[in-house]
């Protein structure tokens, strides 16, 4: 096998192979698909790297041999962009987890392979800190993070990417040659365009990023424990059901209605509830009940009275007694045990949540999302729609539903163009999505999950334009139907619902550090077009 002469520096041995899973070995069907099995891949090897060095040569070796590359993290990507059918090498960061403290960097470096709750938990215990990341705790840093990364700590610390200080990247130049280059927030850094794509311009655009290097702005010190926040040191978890037998047509209006106008009331950065987190989960009406959880910063003295007044301002006008979620609602398990608000330790609350999804953990999951950025409530024409798909007969899957997620706070706070997130002024997220488990289901679930948001966003032509109610969508969310003229009827490119103006000056990124396009996939930025006129 050819091999590219890659050598440790200052010690002349050559570099290991990466590990090389043929079609032939026992363990390549595991690794060949991630999470969501509607997406599988048959490429002609996947290579298992440990570092940096291995990636780098990796790429070169595919580069070389013509072969088109596919890259996995965690393996929760939404779409196809990692498992599909031209993929011919598929190289696998998942066996890179490290997460540490670079004296030399000043900041804290975390590989792509590690999961989010590996990250929390190293963060936290050793240093006291965290990341403002999401919940779902396998989801991988690779991925996550280049979105722009947000979770239940967003509106008090921020977007995650408001913390990313550096990166490293495997890119490819113009002649096919593979290294791997540090970018930084620093003005004067040279590449800081690069870095500044990683901040919300989507995984699989501009190069394998093999190691992030987080520190928060403005910091001034040299004590770990003082470069990143420090999350709350208690939680407060309430989790309560709202049968639907009990819930009439109007309720279920001012419920949501109710939801959507306290977030555009209650999202000021600096505002008592900046530590809280809400999601109004609202299933298909075979799953029985719809769902309020909240995550509220315990160590306020009034953290109880501000949920106590938060969960009376989302019900108000809804005359149903709230009920223990003591059975499965969508893609969440029972959570008896916060039926009324519970403290915990923080991580402890981390995990509570975090592991308690037991339909995204099942080994025959498939599913479909969608999603939308909103600066205001759902109007009744929307709430009339969803209300619609949520109780009508085209589906009898108690795993399709909608969830709408607290957003704003301090996640608003920096400009648009501070980082490649162009959404900085929405006040929660819609995510829509539907979860089965036969091939066989596919086209009935694909058709009402598509059904259900072109209803909603029919308004805009079936999807949520950047206007005074929505912002589009949420790159971490991809869906490929946004590219597709049979559901997207507005005339705004799915590249706008994702980045708005940035897209431009994403595809300049793309064009100076992936001028091959060796780093693609069903909707990765496009090299900018060439002005022959010029040339």
């Known amino acids: 096998m050819e091999r590219t002469e890659l050598r440790e520096v200052g010690l002349g041995r050559p570099v290991p192979d990466p590990v090389r899973v043929r079609p032939d070995q026992a363990r390549y069907p595991d690794l ?18 440990g570092d940096t060095r291995q990636v780098v040569r990796a790429v070169e070796h595919a580069v070389r041999t013509g072969r088109r590359i596919s890259v996995r993290s965690g393996g929760h990507c939404y779409e196809d962009f990692v498992y599909h059918a031209d993929a011919e090498v598929v190289i696998d960061l998942s066996e890179m987890r490290g997460v540490h403290f670079d004296a030399a960097m000043g900041a804290f470096a975390i590989e792509p392979g590690a999961t989010l709750l590996q990250v929390y938990e190293r963060l936290y215990r050793t240093w006291g800190v965290t990341i403002p990341g999401g919940s779902c705790y396998s989801v991988g840093a690779g991925g996550h993070i280049v979105g722009g990364g947000y979770g239940t700590l967003s509106r008090k610390l921020g977007l995650t990417v408001d913390h990313l200080y550096a990166v490293e990247v495997v890119v490819v130049d113009a002649r096919g040659s593979a290294e791997a280059v540090i970018a930084t927030r620093e003005p004067d850094d040279p590449n800081r365009g690069l870095w500044w794509a990683h901040t919300g311009g989507g995984g699989g655009n501009f190069g394998i990023v093999t190691k992030y290097w987080m520190r ?38 001012v419920l949501v209605k109710n939801f959507g106008a306290w977030h555009e009331a209650n999202s000021d950065p600096d505002g008592p509830y900046a530590g809280l987190c809400a999601f109004l989960v609202l299933p298909h009406r075979t799953a029985g009940a719809a769902l309020v959880i909240a995550q509220m910063d315990g160590t306020r003295p009034d953290s109880e009275d501000l949920l106590r007044r938060f969960l009376e301002d989302v019900t108000a006008g809804v005359d149903v007694r709230p009920t223990p979620v003591d059975f499965g609602i969508g893609e969440f398990g029972p959570m008896v045990e916060i039926a009324t608000p519970q403290r915990f330790p923080w991580l402890n609350g981390v995990r509570f949540l975090a ?54 706070g301090k996640a608003n706070v920096p400009g648009p163009d501070d980082t490649a997130v162009a959404q900085r002024d929405s006040v929660f997220k819609a995510l829509y999505q539907v979860f089965w488990d036969r091939e066989e289901d ?43 003229s049979t559901h997207n ?28 396009d060796v780093f693609r996939h069903a909707q990765s930025v496009e090299l900018p077009e060439v002005d022959h006129a010029n040339t």
Not at 445 to 471: M, Q, S
Request: charged share 25%; hydrophobic share 35%.
């Open 216 to 253: 928060s702005p403005d910091v001034d010190t040299d004590d770990p424990t003082g470069l990143l926040p420090a999350p709350p040191a208690e939680l407060l978890l309430n989790a309560v059901a709202l049968p639907y037998d009990a819930l009439s047509e109007a309720e279920f209006a």
């Open 442 to 484: 596919d086209a009935a679930n694909l058709a009402w999950i598509r059904a259900l948001y072109a209803d909603v966003y029919a308004r805009t032509g079936g999807v949520p334009v950047p206007d005074e109610l929505t912002d589009g969508c949420y790159v971490n969310y991809p869906d490929t139907d946004l590219g597709d």
């Open 355 to 408: 592991t308690n999804t037991p339909v995204l953990t099942s080994p025959t999951l498939r599913a479909e999302h969608k999603s939308a950025y909103h600066r205001r409530s759902l109007t009744d024409e929307q709430i009339a729609a969803l209300r619609r798909h949520l109780t009508n007969d085209d589906t009898t899957n108690p795993n399709a539903m909608a969830m709408l997620i607290s957003f704003g």
């Open 489 to 516: 009827k507005s005339g705004v490119p799915w590249h706008a619902l994702y980045y708005k103006d940035h897209y431009a000056r994403l595809q300049q990124v793309k064009g100076r550090w992936d001028p091959l």
């Open 32 to 49: 060949v698909s991630g999470n969501n099995r509607r997406w599988r891949a048959h490429p002609r090897y996947v290579e298992v790297v």
